[in-house]
């Protein structure tokens, strides 16, 4: 046996009570929540006129490039090994040059 459904009849009202108690009642809710609408609207419009000059002249880029670091590292890098050629040939140097007087000492006594 098919199933028989029942369908309610949905009927869209309409009930005029202008000048009702509720309805003022309604505008005034309305009239103290545009109120507190627009006073909101105003603070916010302070705190980002106020936020916008505290932060004149730190507005960076946000992400980070790590190119500048790399290079400045590799300057670094070719400083300290400079540095330690230069020491080890002047080692080398002097330690020759001592030799060679060692040397010439030896052979004018001798």
């Not at 009202?13 to 309305?30: K, P, Q, T, W, Y």
Request: glycine share 6%.
């Amino acid at each position: 046996m098919p199933k028989v459904q029942n369908y309610r009849i949905i009927m869209s009202r309409s009930f005029h009570s202008e000048g009702n108690s509720a309805n003022i009642n309604v505008d005034s809710h309305l009239n103290t929540l545009r109120q507190r609408i627009e006073q909101l609207r105003k603070k916010e419009k302070l705190n980002t006129v106020y936020n916008r000059h505290e932060n004149i002249g730190w507005n960076y880029i946000s992400d980070y490039n790590d190119k500048h670091k790399k290079y400045c590292l590799i300057l670094q890098l070719a400083e300290l090994a400079g540095l330690a050629g230069s020491n080890i040939g002047f080692v080398v140097l002097s330690g020759s040059f001592c030799i060679f007087l060692v040397s010439l000492i030896a052979h004018m006594h001798g």
